[in-house]
């Protein structure tokens, strides 16, 4: 049974502020795709909408009602991407469980023109490896803190479901962490590939070697994504160093490695052939490899 979200005509029309006549219209004048219910009432899923906004060249403009409930200035924040306010709304709908809800805003940033590099980059990153957070007025540590981003992990799990893949080019990438809890960046990197139609595996953090050389022996890998947290510091003597080295050596994979904000370019160095330090840049570095 699919999970993907499904719209009604009603909430397409909240959406783009039009009437409910002007959508079933534009199914039959414009192409706009639906499917129909055994009722005969029109659905309409995430990436017919993407595709359909793209090809008329408009965007989501209107309040789609229930989602914002008792966050009137939403609009606004989405419309200035005022990320700090958008980040509390996600982190209160992350802490009380509305996965379902919290799914729904992820759709509906996306719509909105908000890239998935900065889901990460101004919202998910502020939650990663540390031990209390701050956002605004709320103070989140201990379990409520595992708790968020539990919660977080599996509204954006849900949300890669429901995103359209890019047009199919044949590659295969591998992502992977030396460090536990790696869970978000990893489905992340994930989310970029597929926008730009690879495919994409990824590897339980922290990434064993035993099963990268598994993976890259059944599977046609064209590249190796690494992600790192920022505070992360390799000796270049390690063990751990000296097995990677041997890896890509041996099986001579194109490696970028995604570090935040990385010193020095450190890694470069010692492991990849491309180092960038967001995922806004990662995801011009997939785009350029087309």
């Given at each position: ?12 029309a ?5 009437s ?15 499917i ?32 914002d ?19 509390r709304?996600?982190?209160?709908l992350?802490l ?5 809800q ?18 990460y980059d ?12 701050k ?27 429901n ?7 044949g ?13 978000i ?15 994409s ?17 059944k ?28 890896f ?18 450190v890694?470069e ?16 570095f ?5």
């Open positions: 049974m699919s999970s993907e979200r499904l719209y009604s005509t009603r909430e397409l909240q959406l783009w502020n039009v409910e006549t002007t959508i079933k219209r534009w199914t039959i004048t414009k192409g706009l795709h639906c129909k219910t055994p009722g005969g009432h029109r659905r309409f899923s995430l990436n017919d909408i993407v595709k359909f906004q793209g090809s008329i060249g408009f965007e989501a403009s209107g309040l789609l009602h229930g989602v409930s008792g966050f009137p200035e939403l609009e606004v924040w989405i419309n200035s991407k005022n990320y700090p306010e958008i980040r709304f996600v982190f209160i992350a009380h469980n509305r996965i379902y919290l799914t729904e805003f992820l759709n509906r940033m996306y719509l909105r023109g908000i890239a998935i590099p900065d889901f101004a919202i998910f990153s502020k939650v990663e490896r540390k031990k209390t957070v956002v605004g007025d709320l103070k989140i540590k201990g379990y409520k803190l595992n708790l968020v981003r539990s919660n977080l992990m599996l509204a954006f799990y849900f949300f890669y479901l995103l359209e893949q890019g047009k199919k080019n590659r295969t990438a591998l992502c992977v962490s030396t460090v536990r809890n790696a869970e960046p990893l489905q992340v990197m994930a989310c970029v590939f597929k926008e730009e139609g690879w495919e595996l990824t590897l339980m953090e922290p990434c064993d070697l035993r099963m990268m050389r598994v993976c890259v022996k599977e046609p890998v064209n590249l190796l994504a690494v992600w790192l947290p920022q505070d992360y510091r390799p000796e270049p003597a390690t063990e751990e160093r000296g097995k990677l080295i041997w890509l050596r041996n099986y001579r994979i194109p490696v970028v490695v995604l570090q935040q904000k990385s010193s020095g370019r890694l160095e010692y492991y990849s052939e491309r180092s960038v330090s967001s995922f806004a840049e990662f995801k011009l997939v785009r350029s490899l087309r």
